[in-house]
């Protein structure tokens, strides 16, 4: 007689790399989201915008996070039962300020007219919710979530 082992379903995705802080990691880092997205049978308007995520965020820590011989790390986990898609890029520069999303009008304003700092209001419109945190011992990680029920 032969016997079959019961499959469960899986409901959670993970895919996570390292990355140098070159100029062309963040290019890398965009192609490496969205091929495993793209496997993952993510959602289209949801692989874009994960995509676009990932590589601002990935700029950021390659040019202002650079650390000698330390990269940063793209993670990603897909939570199906939830509906949630997490993006994390951690960094190796806990001493710069966590970013934070822009409170009032006036900040808005001043960020929107400067010649860098825009990337982060972007993440913001694209995020369901997003934030950030410090990454022990000298790091941070910024996450954004992205809703993918229903889709």
Same mark, same amino acid.
């Given at each position: 007689?032969?016997?079959?082992?019961?499959?469960?379903?899986?409901?959670?995705?993970?895919?996570?790399?390292?990355?140098?802080?070159?100029?062309?990691?963040?290019?890398?880092?965009?192609?490496?989201?969205?091929?495993?997205?793209?496997?993952?049978?993510?959602?289209?308007?949801?692989?874009?915008?994960?995509?676009?995520?990932?590589?601002?965020?990935?700029?950021?820590?390659? %040019?202002? /996070?650079?650390?000698?011989?330390? #990269?940063? =790390?793209?993670?990603?986990?897909?939570?199906? *039962?939830?509906? +949630?898609? &997490?993006?994390?890029?951690?960094?190796?520069?806990?001493?710069?300020?966590?970013?934070?999303?822009?409170?009032?009008t006036d900040e808005?304003?001043?960020?929107?007219?400067?010649?860098?700092?825009?990337?982060?209001?972007? %993440?913001? /419109?694209?995020?369901?919710?997003? #934030?950030? =945190?410090?990454?022990?011992p000298s790091g941070? *990680?910024?996450? +954004?979530? &992205?809703?993918?029920?229903?889709?």
């Amino acid at each position: 007689m032969h016997f079959t082992a019961p499959q469960c379903a899986v409901t959670v995705r993970v895919f996570s790399k390292r990355f140098p802080c070159t100029a062309r990691s963040a290019r890398l880092a965009r192609r490496v989201t969205a091929a495993t997205l793209d496997r993952w049978e993510v959602a289209n308007d949801i692989r874009d915008r994960a995509e676009a995520v990932v590589a601002e965020l990935a700029t950021n820590a390659a %040019v202002h /996070a650079w650390v000698r011989g330390r #990269g940063f =790390r793209v993670a990603l986990r897909w939570d199906m *039962t939830r509906g +949630v898609l &997490l993006l994390e890029v951690t960094d190796a520069r806990g001493d710069r300020a966590l970013p934070r999303t822009a409170t009032s009008t006036d900040e808005r304003h001043t960020e929107a007219e400067s010649e860098s700092g825009r990337g982060l209001l972007m %993440v913001a /419109a694209l995020a369901d919710r997003w #934030g950030a =945190r410090p990454h022990p011992p000298s790091g941070k *990680t910024v996450w +954004v979530e &992205l809703d993918t029920a229903g889709l």
